[in-house]
């Protein structure tokens, strides 16, 4: 059965025998090791500039928990743009920490331009910190980064906390270079592993700001995370399976091993942004391949996402066609929240290749074919 919900997504059988790899302890050097063999590939994961001031670090956890810790210390006022599910959460936590939080909401489906979001911060302002989901994993949009960065320069006051769960690893995140505080990502979205782990990273600027701030929590603290990795340790015990899984899917992603055999030879940044480009070619083959069948995608053109499509059900019955696929050896996703049945949604992201989505793709015309999902 190959796993094309969008998270967790499929697990290479060589990343799972990584966690089943003797145990060693926490304070060893051997676990110092791991995070030595981590940082150099994670900084190429968010895209860090030559020279960057920024940090790194994994905390055992997952992604809703770096959604709690991104926020401790940055001060009082939260703009939050809601635009699905996951967005949602964010703001939720916002509210349940005591921050004064205003919503920017958008529909289910939809994303904020950043005149709205410019609007919002000189409108609603002053903010602390302003939360955006990058990839609304329960509709399929994306939201292009570039757009919020130049709206996010002329405040600089406001530190810009980026959820990446679905984006890391399956887009380009350039953190530097777009004036990203704080990013996170959980391990079993594009990163392709099981779930558990969250990789992060943090600016400088975020640093300065939350380490004078109030953070009333002990395990999610950032700060407390952050400084351990530089030191090569955690503040508790990690998930140590998970850290060396992360550790060799890291290193083959920048050998490589993930790539197609045409781009098997490139290394570093350069296997990163093929792999990007893996992403972005599956993507249009499921458009496409939707296209063809008259069925449309949720999200606008310009806001669809590379790892996640999100697909109006159009003559299906959705629940039929999701137990077709079953039945053929492919597992997709119901639509989420307010999309559930009237749309479905295919995680074509992590380590899948272009033959696995072809043998998808010609799964699900057989079923339309046959008449099988109406
Ligand atoms: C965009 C996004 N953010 C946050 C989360 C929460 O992640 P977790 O359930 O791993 O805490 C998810 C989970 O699917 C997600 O897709």
């Not at 020279?51 to 939260?78: D, F, I, K, P, Y």
């Not at 939080?101 to 302003?130: N, W, Y």
């Not at 003559?315 to 039929?320: C, E, I, N, T, Y």
């Amino acid at each position: 059965m190959k796993l094309w919900i969008p998270g967790p997504t499929e697990v290479r059988p060589s990343l799972l025998a990584e966690c089943a790899r003797p145990m060693i302890g926490h304070r060893s050097d051997a676990m110092s090791k791991l995070h030595d063999r981590i940082d150099p590939h994670l900084r190429l994961a968010f895209g860090f500039a030559e020279g960057s001031g920024s940090e790194v670090a994994v905390h055992t956890c997952s992604a809703t928990g770096l959604m709690e810790a991104s926020l401790h210390g940055t001060g009082c006022r939260v703009l939050c743009v809601v635009n699905g599910s996951f967005s949602k959460r964010w703001a939720e936590i916002a509210q349940v920490l005591g921050f004064e939080t205003v919503v920017l909401k958008k529909a289910f489906g939809g994303a904020a331009s950043p005149e709205e979001i410019e609007r919002a911060l000189v409108e609603k302002g002053p903010f602390d910190a302003l939360t955006l989901v990058s990839n609304e994993t329960s509709s399929g949009v994306r939201t292009p980064l570039a757009g919020v960065a130049s709206v996010m320069r002329r405040h600089p006051n406001t530190l810009w906390l980026v959820d990446v769960v679905s984006y890391l690893a399956g887009m380009p995140v350039d953190f530097d270079a777009h004036g990203i505080d704080f990013a996170f990502a959980g391990s079993q979205k594009a990163l392709a592993l099981p779930p558990g782990i969250t990789v992060f990273a943090a600016s400088k600027r975020y640093l300065e700001r939350v380490r004078k701030g109030k953070r009333p929590s002990y395990y999610l603290d950032a700060v407390r995370v952050l400084d351990g990795h530089r030191e090569r340790k955690t503040p508790a015990t990690p998930c140590i399976p998970l850290y060396f899984a992360l550790a060799q899917q890291l290193e083959d992603i920048s050998n490589g091993t993930t790539l197609p055999a045409q781009d098997s030879a490139l290394r570093g940044a350069a296997a990163w942004t093929a792999r990007y480009a893996k992403h972005e070619r599956m993507y249009r083959t499921t458009a496409d391949w939707a296209t063809r069948h008259g069925l449309e995608y949720i999200p606008t053109p310009e806001h669809r996402s590379w790892t996640v499509s999100c697909i109006r059900k159009g003559p299906l019955d959705v629940a039929k066609f999701l137990a077709e696929l079953k039945k053929r050896g492919h597992t997709i996703s119901n639509g989420y929240g307010d999309l559930k049945d009237i749309s479905f949604r295919i995680g074509h992201m992590g380590d899948h290749t272009e033959a696995d989505l072809e043998r998808l793709l010609a799964a699900a015309d057989e079923v339309m074919l046959a008449g099988a999902a109406r």
